[in-house]
């Protein structure tokens, strides 16, 4: 078998005023009335983050801020979800309550001991997803009392379903340059779009 050779590239230095290419979906400017698919991160296009149930907090939270995100999908060995765990979760009252009622420190607290149950997660179909504007997901996340949503879509008819994509109430209030996360509830659409011309 004959040996393959290679060859360094070659280089030269960097001119001034080079900027960053961005993906083409990098938090761009969007509106209200905008395709809900506008603000949904694409499992198909970014690979979700996840963490083992048996993870502690301290591991959780380090992989959330290294990956800049607050949430992770709790999966087992079969790469199912088994739950979803939030830096709200993290940070909240939620690790006290376990060590109050069985001891031990905040070391001690389990992703699996805070996560949200995968029986408790409400998911939205891909397939009216689609049909829907910004303005819709965020009166879904405001009304839910939720960050986060879940998208799943099946593939082919008697398959299970699917995690399609994910939607961040801080990701769409970055698109829609407001702060929709610690803003009042706003029923409808017409109420959310004056709080936004207010913002």
């Given at each position: 078998m004959?040996?393959?050779s290679y060859a360094p590239l070659p280089s030269k230095s960097l001119e001034a005023g080079v900027n960053?290419?961005?993906p083409h979906d990098f938090i761009r400017s969007i509106s209200l009335s905008d395709s809900a698919l506008s603000v949904?991160?694409?499992l198909t296009r970014v690979p979700a983050v996840s963490v083992r149930a048996e993870a502690t907090l301290a591991e959780a939270e380090r992989l959330m801020r290294v990956r800049g995100v607050r949430m992770l999908l709790v999966l087992d060995d079969a790469e199912a979800i088994i739950g979803l765990i939030t830096l709200t979760d993290i940070k909240g009252e939620k690790p006290m309550q376990v060590i109050q009622a069985r001891g031990g420190t905040h070391g001690d607290v389990l992703v699996r001991d805070i996560m949200v149950q995968?029986?408790?997660i409400d998911v939205l179909c891909m397939d009216e997803v689609q049909r829907s504007r910004v303005g819709d997901v965020v009166a879904t996340l405001k009304a839910s009392g939720r960050q986060h949503a879940l998208v799943v879509e099946r593939e082919d008819e008697g398959r299970p379903q699917v995690l399609r994509g994910i939607f961040?109430?801080?990701?769409?209030g970055r698109q829609?340059?407001?702060d929709l996360e610690h803003t009042e509830f706003a029923?409808?659409?017409a109420e959310i779009e004056a709080l936004l011309k207010v913002a």
């Open positions: 004959s040996a393959t960053v290419v961005r949904m991160t694409d995968q029986a408790q961040s109430i801080t990701q769409i829609l340059h407001t029923s409808t659409f």
